[in-house]
């Protein structure tokens, strides 16, 4: 089983800032089969980034992600109020599709 | 517009059994794969299990924490995928979600289901 590891746990940060969060993997990822989900409460996951590195359909381009191996990045260029929220990776090339801990965006 | 709509979530004792539908919509059913995530109180996203397409021999894959307990199951006629839960414990409270997989991600979600256990 992968393990993913997430980190921060949490960032605190303003409207307008940029931020990059980072997804470590225990075992090399299989091609490139890593996804980032944005979840609000009360609401589904939201699918960002499949792939690594390719933005689901109608993402904004402030988002974008990079990465191979065990190591991911999901960046966000400039943080709108929308975008406070908690982020997700999900390795799911191999069974169990595991996810990360997840990475909690707040408002300063 | 693809739509996965939920049902049949609820309070049970532990030890019970509960069926979840997930009803699709919006795009031709029987081209992908269904996974079930679900979220427990306080928690993060766990990945439940998945079922493939016919193309792909219906397969199954499940969680360690599930497998032998919970069955994925769908019916391509309905466009409709189903979880059927059982020998439920505690941990297993959650907010269960299905999701449409395309190249593997979910793509689409469910707008989830509750699933209590308790007694």
């Known amino acids: 089983e992968i393990v993913l590891t997430q980190s921060p746990g949490t960032l605190s940060l303003s409207p307008g800032e940029g931020v990059t969060l980072s997804c470590r993997a225990s075992q090399t990822v299989s091609g490139t089969s890593l996804a980032w989900f944005q979840h609000k409460p009360g609401q589904a996951p939201r699918l960002l980034i499949h792939g690594a590195s390719k933005r689901a359909t109608g993402i904004p381009g402030r988002f974008s992600a990079s990465g191979s191996g065990t190591e991911f990045t999901l960046t966000i260029s400039r943080l709108e109020p929308e975008d406070f929220a908690v982020y997700y990776c999900q390795e799911y090339g191999t069974s169990p599709k595991t996810f990360g801990g997840g990475t909690k965006v707040e408002i300063k | 517009e693809v739509q996965l709509v939920q049902s049949g979530g609820g309070l049970v004792r532990p030890g019970g059994s509960l069926r979840l539908s997930c009803v699709a919509s919006g795009y031709t059913f029987g081209d992908n794969f269904i996974d079930w995530i679900r979220q427990a109180p306080g928690k993060g996203l766990e990945w439940v299990g998945r079922?493939?397409?016919?193309?792909?021999?219906?397969?199954?894959e499940y969680a360690a924490s599930v497998r032998g307990r919970f069955t994925i199951s769908r019916d391509d006629a309905r466009n409709s995928a189903y979880l059927q839960v059982s020998s439920l414990k505690t941990d297993d409270t959650a907010v269960y979600y299905c999701a449409r997989t395309f190249l593997g991600a979910a793509d689409y979600w469910g707008q989830g289901a509750l699933v209590a256990v308790s007694s």
């Open positions: 079922i493939k397409n016919k193309a792909n021999s219906f397969i199954t």
